[in-house]
């Protein structure tokens, strides 16, 4: 679920205007799973960016205080959502920890990096849901360790169908500051995108490995 449409649409044109997020739907991006896509995205940019970032950071804040309350943890899933998780977690004033991606193959071989106790209740910030797996994969670990995960948070989503099926099985609520179809909106004013473009773009999100085929002979 987006949270505020004109705060995601003024976040949709920051992201364009310092290319966090791009745009190539003539010549693709790969992704690690191989797949091919028009857009690709790296919030960890927005952090260059001081009037940026502090806008995420407020927003992530507001989020959390109208959805959430006041959780006991604030949680960032490595590596993107481990700034911005601390950014929020000193403007609330809550303790902050963050979840690897696996567990450290030496020392104490933590996935969790800080303190949560069993019972307690957490917010998990994250940059960015592709397909939500890795993002699940963080809040998995932190039910494990006994926390009450409330929901996650996250800067951008692609808005893809698995996502959504994936964080429904779950059970794990999301929430994001702003999301592909507010990018798109933002992208067509300002003229980023064309007309093909746009059909483009729409055509990869309703199906990412069918409109990856065509470039599989190039």
Same mark, same amino acid.
């Given at each position: 679920?987006?949270?505020?449409?004109?705060?995601?649409?003024?976040?949709?044109?920051?992201?364009?205007?310092?290319?966090?997020?791009?745009? +190539?739907?003539?010549? !693709?991006?790969?992704?690690?799973?191989?797949?091919? &896509? !028009?857009?690709?995205?790296?919030?960890?940019?927005?952090?260059?960016?001081?009037?940026?970032?502090?806008?995420?950071?407020?927003?992530?804040? +507001? =989020?959390?205080?109208?959805?959430?309350?006041?959780?006991?943890?604030?949680?960032?899933?490595?590596?993107?959502?481990?700034?911005?998780?601390?950014?929020?977690?000193?403007?609330?004033?809550? !303790?902050?920890?963050?979840?690897?991606?696996?567990?450290?193959?030496?020392?104490?071989?933590?996935?969790?990096?800080?303190?949560?106790?069993?019972?307690?209740?957490?917010?998990?910030?994250?940059?960015?849901?592709?397909?939500?797996? &890795?993002?699940?994969?963080?809040? /998995?670990?932190?039910?494990?360790?006994?926390?009450? =995960?409330?929901?996650? =948070?996250?800067?951008?989503?692609?808005?893809?169908?698995?996502?959504? /099926?994936?964080?429904?099985?779950?059970?794990?609520?999301?929430?994001?500051?702003?999301?592909?179809?507010?990018?798109?909106?933002?992208?067509?004013e300002e003229s980023y995108l064309t007309e093909k473009e746009l059909i483009s773009l729409k055509e990869w999100q309703i199906n990412p490995s069918h409109w990856s085929k065509q470039f599989d002979s190039k």
């Amino acid at each position: 679920m987006k949270f505020n449409t004109d705060s995601a649409l003024k976040l949709a044109g920051f992201l364009l205007q310092i290319k966090a997020i791009k745009l +190539n739907p003539s010549s !693709p991006f790969t992704w690690a799973s191989g797949l091919k &896509s !028009p857009i690709y995205c790296d919030n960890r940019i927005t952090l260059s960016y001081h009037k940026i970032r502090t806008h995420i950071r407020q927003e992530f804040v +507001n =989020v959390i205080q109208e959805k959430y309350e006041r959780p006991d943890i604030i949680v960032g899933v490595a590596t993107g959502g481990i700034a911005q998780g601390a950014l929020v977690a000193q403007e609330l004033g809550l !303790p902050f920890a963050y979840v690897r991606t696996e567990k450290k193959a030496h020392g104490l071989t933590n996935q969790i990096e800080g303190i949560i106790e069993k019972g307690n209740t957490v917010v998990v910030i994250e940059d960015l849901v592709s397909t939500g797996g &890795s993002s699940l994969h963080a809040v /998995e670990a932190l039910r494990e360790a006994g926390a009450n =995960v409330k929901g996650m =948070v996250a800067i951008f989503t692609y808005g893809l169908a698995i996502a959504h /099926e994936n964080f429904k099985k779950a059970n794990c609520d999301l929430t994001t500051l702003t999301d592909f179809e507010t990018l798109i909106e933002r992208a067509v004013e300002e003229s980023y995108l064309t007309e093909k473009e746009l059909i483009s773009l729409k055509e990869w999100q309703i199906n990412p490995s069918h409109w990856s085929k065509q470039f599989d002979s190039k």
